[in-house]
């Protein structure tokens, strides 16, 4: 038989075997840490805010007295002219007397209230007040109207005979009347206000004009005096048909509020005008005091009320997509966090607007999800904030990207 020969087993199969085994192990071990490490957050950086610009208010004011005007809601459209000091006021005291009378006698928006029978107390006030050449309306005897009426004809036209009445209707007596208003007053703050009776015939009815404008916001608050003053034109029975003494009512937005007239206050008048800016009704109120007749300062009052409504001024804050930061990825990808909605602000006179941006953690994302937010601050305004969002997707850049470059998204 032929012998067998059997060659010897190789020394070196073993190791080469292990070597590759391990080569393929290190492999799929690279391949598989590559394709599942999670990656870091995107490199995120904020843009520079350019802040919109407003003009500085130069407002007409007249060039004698005391002048105050405010637009509501506008705290820092507050602005004056003239003296400071506290002037008389004539007329405009029947303002204290109407609201005064309805803290004692409460009367709602749509109703007449009580009805008021005339006493011959009341009647002698005719006299009293035409012999101080005081504007008077007729009170025949017997004459009852209510509440509401009796508002009307002293409000509208303005007649002292009235104003005495409803204080000695609501207070029985005008010195009771008068420790009323001052305490209606103080406790509304207008400490730079004094009444004395209800008429403003006595020239210490005084007020300043700062004093006055608050006095008008709160009379527009009542919505049984911001009718009364805003009406034109009655007819009330016993008394006749009656026109509102402010001839500025409905010209230039005008919707009240009191004219006075005195020796020694001159022509005055507080007044309200509202005006349709940027979407919104915005109401001006101002006091003008010792003016030589109505019609100049009329004249003067159109001027103001149109230098303050010039001043109002829509603000943009932000376009939508306008970009306030942005994201870049190791892999060339990236995304602007834009505004995801546009956003305005009404504002008066000169303005000054910052913009702080919080951009949150992101790594990937879809067109249109939220990552952040811009917070504006506007000075004498609430601060606005707007969200922000991805202009575009920031999407994974694939295992092929991972395998190439080893661990540069970690």
């Not at 950086?45 to 407003?54: D, E, G, L, S, W």
């Not at 005291?93 to 749509?110: I, W």
């Not at 913009?355 to 999800?369: I, M, N, P, S, W």
């Amino acid at each position: 038989m032929p012998r067998v020969v059997r060659r010897p087993r190789s020394a070196v199969r073993h190791p080469v075997t292990i070597t590759v085994v391990a080569v393929l192990l290190l492999t799929v071990g690279y391949l598989v840490a590559a394709a599942v490490v999670p990656f870091a957050p995107a490199s995120a950086a904020t843009t520079t805010y350019a802040a919109p610009t407003t003009t500085t208010p130069e407002l007409s004011f007249p060039g004698y007295g005391a002048t105050a005007v405010e637009a509501t809601d506008f705290p820092e459209s507050l602005r004056t002219s003239g003296d400071r000091e506290e002037r008389s006021i004539a007329s405009i005291s029947k303002v204290v007397t109407a609201l005064v009378v309805l803290d004692e006698k409460p009367m709602r928006r749509g109703e007449r209230g009580p009805t008021i029978t005339f006493t011959k107390q009341m009647q002698g006030l005719y006299a009293k007040y035409l012999a101080q050449n005081g504007e008077v309306a007729p009170m025949p005897a017997g004459l009852q109207l209510s509440e509401y009426q009796t508002f009307q004809v002293m409000l509208m036209k303005s007649a002292n005979n009235y104003a005495g009445a409803l204080a000695l209707w609501a207070f029985g007596s005008l010195d009771a009347y008068e420790r009323a208003a001052d305490t209606w007053l103080d406790e509304h703050g207008l400490d730079h206000t004094r009444i004395h009776e209800p008429t403003g015939l006595d020239p210490d009815n005084t007020a300043t004009a700062t004093d006055l404008v608050e006095l008008g916001q709160l009379a527009l608050a009542n919505p049984v005096v911001k009718e009364i003053v805003g009406t034109k034109q009655v007819t009330v029975p016993g008394v006749g048909e009656i026109e509102n003494s402010n001839k500025l009512l409905g010209l230039d937005g005008v919707e009240g509020i009191k004219t006075g007239t005195l020796d020694e206050a001159g022509a005055c008048l507080l007044f309200a005008a509202t005006y349709e800016r940027g979407g919104r009704k915005v109401t001006v109120v101002g006091a003008m005091l010792g003016g030589v007749d109505h019609d100049s300062l009329d004249e003067d009052v159109q001027r103001l009320l149109r230098s303050v409504a010039d001043d109002f001024q829509v603000v943009t804050l932000t376009h939508q997509g306008q970009t306030f930061g942005t994201y870049s990825t190791p892999w060339q990808d990236g995304a602007d966090a834009v505004a995801a909605e546009a956003s305005q602000v009404l504002v008066w006179g000169r303005t000054t607007v910052t913009a702080k941006t919080r951009l949150d953690r992101v790594t990937f994302g879809d067109r249109g999800e939220r990552v952040g937010r811009v917070r504006f601050t506007i000075s004498d305004h609430p601060a606005v904030t707007v969200p922000l969002e991805l202009d575009r997707s920031i999407a994974d850049p694939g295992v092929w990207w991972r395998w190439t470059n080893p661990f540069q998204g970690t």
